[in-house]
């Protein structure tokens, strides 16, 4: 929240992986300096046997109780290899009230256009844009990880011909850039490897800390709808009901 208030923004969205468990702590954190909270959740959507990313943001009461019963569909009947995994039906009848960003390369849309089924990926974002009828996002990022800028391209290409809005992010894990190694040591951590394994994957960059307006607005020059859209992302947000424990 400090940080946030440091870099003069208005709004924060912060989205666990396939949980909500940090929604109170930090609701009370950006209310208490007056930005405005955006809830959500980051899920793994079941695709031709893969798991592929994709993002969702509370924006009404409905959507927020949605949310919370996806997620508990989830942990409850959709367990794989101890995380959840989400068949998109389970998606599509929570969808009311959700905003959805497609997970940019990691996304199966972004999964198809880099595997060069560019129909496919065509079939899949007309498929998700009826699923949230002006809510859906095409993600773009550029945190300096492998094959994001031929990603961007291609999805971009793809948005115009699609008349589908695009986003975007920088898929935020810490809030420095000095910040990396430390993290890098956490994910160690959680996968039970060693900083100097060189069979580990390498899957985040120095680039992903929470980088400035001017910053993304720099990075994004050349897509200033980008960035527009992510204000746009930022409606007003009820307060969630009151959560028994």
């Avoid at 929604?23 to 793994?44: E, H, N, T």
């Avoid at 198809?112 to 496919?120: P, S």
């Avoid at 699609?162 to 040591?185: G, I, K, Q, S």
Wanted: proline fraction near 7%.
């Amino acid at each position: 929240a400090a940080r946030a208030v440091a870099l003069g923004m208005p709004a924060v969205a912060l989205t666990d992986q396939d949980n909500l468990f940090a929604l109170i702590k930090f609701y009370k954190a950006m209310q208490s300096v007056g930005l405005k909270p955006i809830v959500g959740c980051d899920v793994r959507v079941e695709h031709e046997g893969q798991a592929c990313a994709l993002t969702l943001l509370v924006c009404s009461q409905e959507g927020y109780r949605n949310l919370i019963r996806l997620v508990s569909r989830g942990w409850l009947e959709g367990q794989q290899l101890e995380r959840p995994l989400f068949p998109r039906e389970w998606i599509a009848e929570c969808a009311s009230g959700l905003i959805a960003l497609s997970g940019g390369h990691d996304g199966d849309i972004g999964q198809a256009l880099l595997g060069g089924r560019t129909e496919q990926a065509a079939q899949l974002l007309q498929s998700w844009m009826n699923v949230f009828p002006d809510r859906f996002y095409i993600e773009l990022s550029r945190a300096g990880r492998a094959r994001e800028e031929e990603y961007l391209h291609l999805a971009v290409d793809l948005a115009t011909h699609n008349d589908c809005p695009v986003v975007a992010t920088n898929d935020v894990r810490f809030l420095e850039r000095d910040d990396y190694e430390a993290h890098e040591a956490r994910v160690c951590i959680q996968e039970s490897r060693t900083l100097d394994d060189p069979r580990r994957p390498r899957n985040y960059s120095p680039c992903q800390y929470l980088r400035s307006v001017q910053e993304m607005a720099e990075l994004f020059e050349d897509i200033p709808e980008a960035l527009a859209n992510s204000v746009e992302i930022a409606p007003p947000m009820p307060s969630p009901p009151p959560v028994t424990t």
